[in-house]
């Protein structure tokens, strides 16, 4: 299994511009999760999905749009980017039911100029 | 929502001494509670996590405790080891595979 994988490592946008942040799971996970991680803030919440067709958001969801067509899919977009949304991406996974562990992919770094 | 407070930001001990790190939480509903490992420019990784029914889990040179009455939970690492150095992250949610709740992390130095 490839587990979570995420494209691309690395982009930078010029702001204004927009983006979609390619994550996918090969594990049937129903629970998949966007986070991003800010240096030294640990990471926040973006949105969140419980299954195809199901997103919520998080607690940092302002700026960004995501969908779930499939249960392997999980992209997340950027419309208009800003230098506030420089940051590593992360995408995760997880079963949600007898194994909680949440598996995370590589991280994407999104730097904003 | 959840707050998740962590201490201290940074740590740094002798080869083969202990680490302490603590959290503490605001949403007494919260019940499940993992600890992260990320090294420098790696994704997070699941060390041990504890559930609210639980006190205490070990897993060799690992342990959490958990104190649901005051609302916080340690990690403890006995005899350290340099590849221990890595930044750690608490976290907690209300329930097992639900969106987690990250403190902002400890950056443990292990020196040999």
């Known amino acids: 299994n490839a587990g979570v994988t995420q494209t691309p490592k690395f982009r930078i946008l010029k702001i204004g511009q927009s983006m979609t942040l390619q994550c996918a799971q090969d594990m049937n996970h129903n629970y998949m999760y966007w986070y991003r991680q800010d240096p030294g803030m640990g990471l926040k919440l973006i949105y969140y999905s419980v299954g195809a067709g199901i997103t919520d958001k998080g607690e940092v969801p302002n700026g960004y749009n995501v969908s779930r067509s499939t249960t392997e899919d999980f992209p997340l977009r950027l419309e208009l980017a800003a230098p506030s949304q420089t940051s590593v991406y992360f995408c995760?996974?997880?079963?949600?039911?007898?194994?909680?562990?949440?598996?995370f992919g590589p991280g994407t770094r999104l730097t904003v100029t | 929502g959840e707050n998740v407070e962590q201490h201290p930001s940074t740590l740094s001990v002798q080869e083969g001494d202990s680490a302490v790190i603590k959290c503490t939480y605001s949403?007494?509903?919260?019940?499940?509670f993992p600890w992260y490992k990320q090294e420098l420019g790696k994704r997070p990784q699941l060390i041990i996590d504890?559930?609210?029914?639980?006190g205490e889990k070990k897993d060799q040179r690992i342990a959490v405790t958990l104190n649901k009455t005051a609302k916080h939970f340690s990690l403890h690492i006995t005899e350290t080891q340099p590849e221990d150095s890595a930044v750690y992250f608490c976290?907690?949610?209300?329930?097992?595979?639900?969106?987690?709740?990250f403190g902002k992390g400890t950056s443990l130095l292990v020196t040999p």
């Open positions: 949403d007494s509903a919260s019940n499940y």
């Open positions: 976290a907690a949610s209300i329930y097992p595979g639900y969106a987690l709740n």
């Open positions: 995760a996974s997880s079963s949600g039911t007898t194994l909680y562990e949440q598996y």
């Open positions: 504890i559930r609210s029914n639980v």
